[in-house]
């Protein structure tokens, strides 16, 4: 069946470092793909998509796009806030509607 | 874009008990999904709600641990039955934005189960 798999974390990274968060999937045919945040104490929002290959999906410094080649959706951010502090899920829809979710990497950006 | 309307936001529960979770959207929506987020853990699917007919639960869920209710198209509710600490989660609802689209996410219930 279809799979994500993204890095473990914790990810701890200085005030405007660069990051990367890498994510690969597994799925037949032409899945979606996403990544979703979570920052504490509240819910899950949708931080970018991309729906075919070779999509590039941004949103607040955060970017990532869709390689079918190598199966991979890695998020990247070229310098990251104290704000970005938060968990971040990798995520695809294949063919229904029900989204198949990494396991979620924690980011901790100190000052 | 959807807002969902999740509630309660937080409950503390004895072993043995069941706890019901509403889920309210501000739009009609075809399907909802429930999901659990373990401490720590990603999401998992438990049930997928279609207005007017039995949920489909994926595996390791069943009906008698988690009935699902969807009496319309912007409600649905999540039992959990005869609760145990195992059942210490997260509890989501969500809706979709349309085929192979997003979902929206309501802010979740966290359960913990003494």
């Known amino acids: 069946g279809d799979s994500v798999t993204q890095m473990e974390g914790p990810v701890t990274l200085s005030e405007e470092a660069f990051l990367t968060i890498n994510c690969t999937y597994t799925?037949?045919?032409?899945?979606?793909l996403f990544w979703y945040v979570q920052y504490p104490g509240e819910g899950l929002q949708l931080l970018l998509k991309?729906?075919?290959?070779?999509d590039k999906g941004s949103n607040k410094g955060f970017e990532a796009t869709y390689r079918k080649e190598t199966t991979s959706f890695h998020l990247e951010k070229g310098s990251v806030q104290v704000s970005d502090s938060a968990v971040y899920f990798c995520?695809?829809?294949?063919?229904?509607?029900?989204?198949?979710f990494g396991k979620g990497t924690s980011l901790l950006v100190t000052p | 874009s959807a807002v969902i309307s999740q509630k309660p936001s937080r409950d503390i529960c004895q072993r043995g008990t069941s706890l019901t979770i509403q889920c309210q959207v501000d739009?009609?929506?075809?399907?909802m999904f429930w999901y659990r987020q373990q401490p720590g853990q990603s999401l998992t699917l438990i049930a997928t709600?279609?207005?007017?007919?039995?949920?489909?639960?994926e595996s390791g869920f069943v009906i008698d641990k988690f009935p699902i209710s969807r009496p319309n198209l912007t409600f649905s509710t999540l039992t959990v039955s005869n609760m145990s600490p195992e059942d210490s989660s997260i509890y989501l609802c969500?809706?979709?934005?349309?085929?192979?689209?997003?979902?929206?996410f309501g802010s979740g219930t966290q359960l913990s189960v003494l």
């Open positions: 969500s809706v979709e934005d349309g085929p192979n689209e997003k979902l929206f």
């Open positions: 799925a037949t045919g032409y899945p979606s």
């Open positions: 991309a729906t075919k290959a070779d």
């Open positions: 995520a695809l829809i294949n063919s229904g509607y029900a989204l198949n």
């Open positions: 739009s009609q929506v075809t399907m």
């Open positions: 709600a279609n207005q007017g007919s039995e949920a489909t639960y």
